[in-house]
């Protein structure tokens, strides 16, 4: 193949999404379309009450906010596309519109995993030095941490999308995938992509492996502080304060583990299988964990409940 042909660019990407499996299609677009609802909903309703409820105007709460925002913000960016690859075979996906679904959805993974490690932070000054805490996670303090969680995951997805995006890419343009998954992207250049492996590798470092070590450090703190309560009812009541946050952390790394951790097969007729579950798993991913994120929080928090009864009641009461 001649250079020419090597990096003509090319007009877009075809997504193949579940068109091999076209009886699971209209199944998953109603699952996906009901779940992107109750994120929506979810989520929106968790934003709203810590805005409107003075109660819920401490750091942690706010950290919430921007949690929920941030997961209207990924499913977004990805879901809408999901769904009209299944109402679309072969769904075909312009070259710039690629560039972006990637960059947001990268871009909304590297700040959730900066914000979670905040909130972690966040846990950890209440529990185990909470006469500090007033001071130490103070208003100029927590917004900036907030805003940098945005900024630097915004910075990675603006490197990780422009590496991928210059490369240049012939022939097949079928991405085997429901949007622009980074790393089913790559397989389609037709040049070297070690820059882009150590790029993310590192990334992955920086956004996956620290923030982990540091929740991993802080539960710790509070469980030993924890334990040290002589009281029962003190104990339950300040783990009460972190469990919500330990669920999501399990929910959210646990997936990408199991995502990206788990052995490939090297049977070629298994490999379709591989494919398919590969694709539920980022489904579960992209969907799943951001609708869990509002449910676990409201469950496991008397606050978020009473907050957003107040908030219903007060609405039933003024019409």
């Known amino acids: ?161 422009s590496l991928a995006m210059r490369l240049p890419f012939c022939g097949d343009n079928i991405i085997n995938h429901f949007a622009c998954e980074i790393l089913a992207v790559l397989k389609l250049a037709c040049a070297d992509i070690s820059i882009n492996v150590i790029s993310m590798a590192v990334a992955n470092v920086i956004f996956l492996g620290i923030p982990v070590l540091f929740i991993s450090f802080s539960y710790v703190f509070i469980t030993a502080t924890i334990l040290r309560i002589p009281s029962a009812e003190g104990r339950k009541k300040a783990f009460s304060t972190c469990s919500a946050h330990l669920t999501v952390v399990v929910v959210f790394y646990g997936t990408i583990l199991f995502m990206y951790g788990k052995p490939k097969s090297k049977d070629p007729l298994g490999a379709d299988k591989q494919d398919l579950s590969d694709k539920l798993i980022s489904l579960f991913y992209g969907v799943v964990t951001p609708m869990l994120n509002p449910i676990i929080y409201s469950l496991r928090n008397k606050d978020v409940k009473a907050a957003v009864r107040n908030l219903v009641f007060h609405k039933h009461f003024t019409q």
């Open 1 to 161: 193949m001649d250079r020419s042909n090597r990096t003509s660019p090319i007009a877009g990407f075809i997504l193949l999404g579940l068109s091999a499996h076209p009886r699971l299609e209209k199944t998953f677009f109603v699952l996906i379309l009901l779940m992107y609802l109750v994120i929506l909903l979810g989520n929106g309703v968790l934003i709203l009450v810590t805005i409107l409820s003075s109660r819920l105007h401490t750091p942690m709460y706010f950290f919430l906010g921007n949690l929920s925002f941030l997961d209207i913000c990924y499913t977004t960016s990805s879901v809408p596309l999901i769904l009209d690859s299944f109402l679309t075979p072969r769904k075909t996906i312009p070259f710039s519109a690629c560039a972006v679904q990637m960059f947001l959805s990268f871009a909304m993974g590297a700040t959730e995993c900066v914000l979670l490690s905040m909130m972690a932070f966040d846990r950890y000054v209440a529990i185990c030095n909470p006469l500090r805490y007033p001071v130490v996670m103070s208003k100029s303090v927590y917004v900036p941490m907030a805003a940098g969680s945005w900024a630097a995951g915004s910075a990675t997805a603006m490197v990780q999308t």
